[in-house]
Each structure stands twice: as C-alpha cells, then as structure tokens.
C-alpha cells in the first residue's frame, strides 16, 4: 500500500466548495507527518469550472478528474465505485472528505468496500495514523490511532485553516468512471437560496431559537444579520417548529460552526446546541431566562426580551 | 416486506458525560441509558410502514451486551415483532457492527433496512452506509421523508444545501434524521405483552464474523472549558463590548 492522500473534492459542477480547501489544510499537515502526495478527486459531471479551480491549488500535487453522466448528483453509490477503482491501484494511505453530508455520505461507504475502518470528523492530526475527534457531542475528546494500511477519514472543516487557493498549476488526469450501477437515481432538490453567507464558512453567525416564536419572527434576526454581513442559523426547535429550513441548524446532528462571533437569541444552551458552535471565538447569548444554560458559554450575556433587543441591536449597529 | 431495524444503547441525550480521572473513556457507571435517539425514529418509521401495510414484520436487531436486550424490549413494545441480540462485549466498531448486520441481512433477507444516522455516543455516522456498501445495496440517509412506491424507495435527505430527494431499487438501507417522524411512547399493555415476543440471541462466532478492532482509542479528555463570560446592561453596552473589548464587529 503506497503512502499518497486522495482527497474527495466538494463541489457542485460549478464551484469547488471551502470544505475542500479545509480538508486539504489536514492533508497538508499528513504530508508534514510523512504521507505522500496529495491528489484531489473531482468527480462529477461537467466540472470544468471546478477543475480550473483545483488547478490552481498550491498544495495540491495533482488533480484527479472523474466525468460522466451516473456522477452528475455525486450519489454514493456511483462516487464509491470511482474511489475504489483508485483506492485499489494502492498507491494510496489515506482517503480524506470533509464531514460534510456528502462527505459523511460516501466516505464509510468506500471504507466499507475496503475493508477498512473509519475515523469520523476529526479536529487534530496527532501523527501518520492518531487524530483527536470529538465524542458525546463534544463533551470529550478521543485521540484515536487507527491500524489499517488505508486510512479513511472525514475532517471538520472549522477546525482546520484553509489553504491558500491560488499559485499552483497542475495538470488534470482524467479517471475511469466505472459502468453505472443504476440502484440509486436523483429526483430533486430544494436548495436553499441566500444572499447571507455560507453558516460553515460565515466570520458572524446570528442564531435564533424556540424563542423566536415563529418563522414570521425572523425577520427581526435577518435585520440584523444584514447589518453586520451574519449568516442566519437556528436550533433544531426552529428547525422542528417550522420556523425556518434544515439546513440552518446548528448542533451536534446539524451544521458545526465556529465563527468569530456567535449570537444565540431564544436558545437554551442544551448539549446538543452547544456541541455546534462552542468552539466560536465569542458568544453572545440574548436569552429572557437568566438561567439558561447558554449564559454558561456566553462571553456576553443579556438578559432581555429578544422582541425588545433585536429592534435596539439592529438601532445600535447603524 | 420484512424490514429490519437496528438500535443501539446509549447514554440518555439529557446526560452530560464526564471523562474519567485516569483518561481512559468517558464515565458510565450508574447513567441513564436509552435507545439512540436516532434508533428511536428509525423503529418508529418501521411501525408505521407496518401499519401503512408495506412491511408485514419489523426484526429489532441490538449489538452489545445483556443490558441492550432492555431496548429490545422496548422496541418490542413499541411495536416490533422479533428482536434479535447479537452478544458483544464492549461497544463494536461501526465496521464490525456493519459485517454482523450484514450477516443478519444474509439471514433475514429483510426488504428495507432503517437505522439512525448516528449514534449520539461515538458521533460516528457509519454503520449505514458501511451495510449499504457490504450488502450492496443502495442507501438513503438522512432521511426526513420515506415512501414506497412500488419496488423503489423515494427518499428526501437532509443535505447541506436543503433537501435531496433520491429514488432508490429495494432492498435499500435508510437512516433517519430528526424530522422524518416524532416517536410514539410505549403503552402499558403493550409493555406487558412485549414480554411474550420472541427475543433470541446469537454470537459474532455463530454469524462467522471477526469484530476485533481495527482502532486504539489511546486517551479520552474533556475538551478545553470556556472561561466564564459576563453579563452586559443594556443593547448598547453589549454592541461597545463587542467592538472595543471583543474586536470581533
Ligand atoms: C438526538 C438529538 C439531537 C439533537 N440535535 C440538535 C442539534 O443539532 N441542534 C440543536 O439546536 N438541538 C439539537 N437537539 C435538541 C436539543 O436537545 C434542544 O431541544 C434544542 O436545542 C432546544 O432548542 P431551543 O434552545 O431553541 O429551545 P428551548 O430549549 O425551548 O429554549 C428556548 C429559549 O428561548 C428563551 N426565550 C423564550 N422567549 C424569549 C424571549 N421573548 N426573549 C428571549 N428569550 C426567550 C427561553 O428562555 C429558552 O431559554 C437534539 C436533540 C436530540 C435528542
Ligand atoms: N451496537 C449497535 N447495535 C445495533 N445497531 C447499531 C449499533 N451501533 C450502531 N448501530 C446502528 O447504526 C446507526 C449509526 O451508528 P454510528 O455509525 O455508530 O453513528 C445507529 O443509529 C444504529 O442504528
């Protein structure tokens, strides 16, 4: 078994996502632990944007482009099989996706098919074969050495820097795209629209809560969030009361996020909330219950009626 | 249909764990334990399709030691029909929990299987999709939304973006999120008679499967504490110290 790091790109045919270039910050730092090169896997339909992207990345030794029709919607299914074709040439000892949902989807899918184990979601890179991965929704951390010749692991992404994206020129190598195995077929989408910031990537998060009342009431949140160029995000009682969509929950089962600020509006702190964004550099917590566990995280704290204090913050921020 | 539920035993979601003094695992003794959130959902998704008449039995399946055959029962209670407890030691890696599901789909020949997405101990978010790949069957995960339409199986994910919706060729695997159903609880009658449903055991060695690890968990610590915050006044002090003292607007 060779020693390289394919890395799964993120993307979406259009545009190479952050979570790659985080990712890649954790291949870069196995490098430095004796792994070798580092390949980026584009696979896809269409991508050429993408590519030229990829391209572009210094740290990047080479890119790795798998195009055809059964990879348009990137299902595990057929996305596996690419990955296993490469994975089997035994050039490699690592396979690396960010833990995102399309990373979480495909990665234990190819370990599987490998016979490997996985390490999910790491935080750190300890050595070649240790990594630190938070458990019980972060309330420990696990520094976990793995014993197989091929590692599979995801990365979360806030807890690595991204690299640089421009100063590299490598040359593209297209892959097989093995037969379709026609078991899975995609539907569609809803995809959420937004002006806002990506949650994962934002420099400013405002999330609201059961507080908010309901989704008629986030406005008040949004006003804010454009004031200070936020991304809106919620807890998962949001979420289930309806007031905004999935993909805006934030938590040990949503979205993590570490942000260089975080305002939590009518959230309680429960375990489950905290596991996503206690790792922000400031919280704010805005909450009419002076004992709400999130005042135990906050590093400022108001207590207040957030129909009172949202309208005021917005005032004060001009 | 014969669909197969897998639930897992875990610390109670309302419990915060502590890490030993000596760094070796987090704290278990005398905590309250429950079924995977997850596994909740997934059971509950499985009596309903029972109920819909798509599934004619729902098989619990439970890896671990005697102490899980309590969240069998309670499956059983809920409405699954046979429950099935796959002796273990410690808590197997999601691989070896994978290889012995599989084992048991080899068995069972189960036309959906349902687990959660996550165990809410190891935050792993495996299993599923490892015995989807070793069953060579397609997967929905994350599932908020499942319907059977004829043989294939309409699925809408939570993804990222928003939602997926993917039409899968069964037999399929699903694993469920938090929106695709709100459990029911167990009833008092139905508690009694779960106590007369089959619940049989078997072995890793009975199925023909190698669980040892491929892993060392070397250390366990708690992550680092946040310093303790303040409390501001008003709208205005809060903005001051935000830009003055924080830096961060
Ligand atoms: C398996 C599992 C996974 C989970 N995953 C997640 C997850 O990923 N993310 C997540 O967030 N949760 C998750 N949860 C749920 C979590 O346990 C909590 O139930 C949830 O976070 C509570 O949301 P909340 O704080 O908005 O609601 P509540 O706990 O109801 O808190 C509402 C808060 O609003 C305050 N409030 C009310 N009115 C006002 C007002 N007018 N002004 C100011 N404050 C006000 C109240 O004082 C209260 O503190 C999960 C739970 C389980 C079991
Ligand atoms: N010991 C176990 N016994 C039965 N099912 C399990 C076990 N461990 C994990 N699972 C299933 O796999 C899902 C995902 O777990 P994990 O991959 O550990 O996050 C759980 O929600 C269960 O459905």
Redesign the pocket.
Known sequence: MGNAILVVAEHDNSQLKGATLNTLQAAVELKAQGAGAIELLIAGQGSNAVVEQAAALPDVDRVLVADAGNLAHQLPEEVSSVVVNLLEGGDYGYLLAPATTNGKNLAPRVAALMDVAQVSDITEVVSADTFIRPIYAGNALAKVQSHDALKVVTVRTTAFAAVAETGGAVEATSVDAPAALGVSSFVGEELSVSERPELTSARIIISGGRGMQSGDNFPLLEAVADKIGAAVGASRAAVDSGFVSNDMQVGQTGKIVAPDLYIAVGISGAIQHLAGMKDSKVIVAINNDEEAPIFNVADFGLVADLFEALPELEKELG | MKVLV???RVVDANVKVRVKADNSAVELANIKMAI?P??EI?IEEAIRLKEKGHASEVLV????PDT?QEQLRTALALGADRALQIK?ED??E?LA?AKL?KAVVDQEQPGLVI?????ID???????QMLAALANMPQGTFASDVEIEGDSLQVTREIDGGLQKVSLKMPAVV?TDLRLNEPRYASLPNIMKAKRKPLETQTPEDLGIDISPRQTVLEVTPPPERAAGVKVGSVSELVEKLKNEAGVL
């Open positions: 897998a639930i897992k995977n997850f596994c997934a399946v439970s890896i671990g899980c273990a808590s197997p999601p929990i599901l687990l959660g997405k996550q165990s190891g935050d792993n978010n495996q299993t599923g694993t």
